[in-house]
């Protein structure tokens, strides 16, 4: 019996030793995918359930601590181009908003789980909703060889996201009908990759008018119609962005409206503006009114507030 019991003794520490092994490849501790398989093929196959492994802690993103009230950056984007302009960031300041974003421990989410509250985010992360109007070319331009084109804002970011799994092409496109995107032949194509990488289309009206000097009829017109063509895109329209950021002079309008016998409500309105928002559990968080920081440099641009966040004067959201 003891000699038996000494063998059994044996074999569950065999096992164990073997499943520990295991667990150490299946965290990645140890060599390549291949070594891993190789491993598991040699398994027994009476082999037990391993315990379930210890938990890692999670890495935290930053060290700053949990802020649940803290502000949210909106970043809103027209066009990409070689040289910094009015209304276009050019290629290398994107490519530096992506880096100092990153590296300051933001990490994207969308404006619909931003402003529904429902954002994933690792520890000591900070939201960032990166948005972009007008559905230009320059946001995502596909290559006669199916490529995306790395000067884009798609290109650079989906570049960027390459290296960084956890800064997805995750962003909100604030979209007319013009494609999106301004090639109808590649729409179908880039609204695939969008959804594959957790991107949102969104709302900004069909004929992108100054609603405050139109009419009721012309504003209710605008908005359901808008809301039918993110519909047809696949997206349910959550959010609508203001054409210049104009609030139509009937507000109510923004509160929800029948039209042609159907309710025509977007949870959230987003405007222009020029400072981060509240956080959505923040009690002056308004979904019919968020505005955004402009991706440009100078005083209010997305640098001017980064620096803030850097000087302890701005204090975002933190994931606890
Ligand atoms: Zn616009």
């Known amino acids: 019996m003891e000699k038996r019991g000494f063998w059994v003794a044996g074999i569950v520490v065999g096992l164990l030793g073997g499943a520990l092994g295991v667990l150490a490849l299946s965290q990645g501790f140890l060599g390549s995918r291949q070594a891993s398989q190789e491993v598991a093929t040699i398994q027994p196959a009476s082999m037990p359930e391993p315990e379930v492994a210890p938990a890692l802690p999670p890495k935290r993103i930053t060290e700053r601590p949990g802020n649940l009230q803290g502000s949210v950056m909106v970043v809103m984007y027209h066009q990409l181009g070689p040289t910094e302009k009015y209304m276009v960031r050019s290629y290398d300041n994107f490519r530096k908003d992506l880096n100092r974003l990153y590296e300051m421990g933001y990490r994207p989410v969308t404006m619909a789980e931003y402003a529904q509250n429902k954002m994933s985010l690792a520890p000591g992360a900070s939201p960032v909703v990166l948005t972009f109007d007008d559905s230009w070319i320059s946001q995502f331009r596909m290559l006669p060889d199916g490529t995306i084109d790395r000067k884009s804002f798609v290109g650079i970011w989906e570049e960027f996201a390459q290296k960084h799994p956890d800064f997805p092409v995750k962003g909100t496109f604030y979209v007319l009908p013009n494609g999106p995107f301004e090639q109808k032949n590649s729409a179908a194509r880039k609204l695939e990759l969008l959804r594959s990488w957790g991107s949102e289309i969104a709302s900004h009206t069909i004929k992108h008018y100054d609603l405050r000097k139109k009419s009721d009829e012309v504003v209710k017109k605008e908005l359901a119609e808008s809301a039918e063509f993110v519909r047809s895109l696949g997206w349910e329209p ?83």
């Open 238 to 320: 959550v959010s609508l962005a203001l054409p210049y950021g104009s609030i139509p002079r009937n507000t109510k309008l923004l509160e929800g409206f029948e039209w042609n016998g159907k309710r025509v409500k977007y949870q959230n309105v987003v405007l222009a503006g020029s400072a981060p928002n509240f956080s959505p559990n923040h009690r002056r968080f308004n979904p019919l009114r968020i505005w955004r920081v402009q991706a440009y440099p100078g005083v209010m641009g997305i640098d001017y507030w980064l620096d803030k966040v850097e000087a302890g004067e701005s204090k975002p959201y933190v994931q606890p």
